[in-house]
């Protein structure tokens, strides 16, 4: 696969040292050795030192950021996680016989809350094993524990790893697998990162595995723009909360309240950009004082994008990754896919 200059994309990330075991039930797996995040300060500080500062939003899931995720879920104009619930739990069933999974792989799995739809359609006395692959271990940890609290008898184990250079390195599947892809997470990807995203978790697929993905949809901009600028500040909250997770990984002095929350809609490239606004001229260094930055007032730091599509673009973006889209279940907010390995 080539990038937009040509160039190479390494379809399976960098090499890394795969997990030395394949796990048994209960247990956490690093994917690399130290964790997802040992090797993030070098893009971090790149980053922040490029013209239009970036955080990338992998990095918003530490216990407050999820925490205040799961508070957005409840805001009253943050319509995706309502819609995609409710998609789950129409077509739940319908999928759940169709494709008998033995395994259900969840990717950036979060609370692990939806995916009880999901093991609770399946026969209770064969329970397929459940993986949870996140980048935040309290996520994997909590996901694990309480799946396998609520299961007796599951297999439930997990994976820390980064769904954008860590799939390769996840254990094999016992059976047929079923690939969860909740939230709407995929918006968070450019469209060549997402390319390469998609043919990673196309190589997961044997003919009868199965990927059911959540695709938030393009709508009218102000709905849009409503669910991500809410009355309360939580979102501003969680945008801010980033600040706070750099400063602690790349040991720097970012002072979060300096910043003020954008959530803006770009029509042309059909996307939320969200970033961090900074009110006063402010002097950060980073690696403790290795580098200095200068943020001035207001500049913006960007940090996530949330890519809306239609279903259209979503079949396209999937048959280019050599998949097929056998279901499309939609509320016209929200779309959940699902979608089967060419040729099966
Ligand atoms: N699926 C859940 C959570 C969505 S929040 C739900 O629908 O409610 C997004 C989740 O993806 C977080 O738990 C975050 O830690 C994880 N995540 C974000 N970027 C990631 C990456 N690059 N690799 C692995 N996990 C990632
Ligand atoms: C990426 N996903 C989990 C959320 C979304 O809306 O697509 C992330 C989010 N960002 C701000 N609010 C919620």
Known sequence: MTGPEGQLIPLNGPVAVPPKDEGKPGSVLDAVEGGPLAGAVPGIVQGLTAKQKKISPRYFYDSMGSSLFERITQLP???????????VERTVDTIVRQVAPQEVLELGTGSSKKIRQILDACSQTELPRYTAFDIDRGAVTTAVETIGQAYPGIDARGVVGDFEKHLSLLPQSPGRRLVVFFGGTIGNLDPW????????????FGPRDRFLLGVDLKKEPHVLEAAYNDAEGIIAEFNRNILKIVNRMVDANFDPGAFRHQAIWNEDDARIEMHLIAETRQEIFLGAGDIAITVEPGETIWTESLYKLTRSGAQGMLEEAKMRLDAWHTDSMFGLALAAPDGS
């Open 193 to 204: 990162p997402r390319r390469r995203f998609l043919a990673n978790v196309r190589t997961l």
């Open 77 to 87: 104009d943050y319509y995706l996680a309502r819609s995609e619930n409710a998609l």
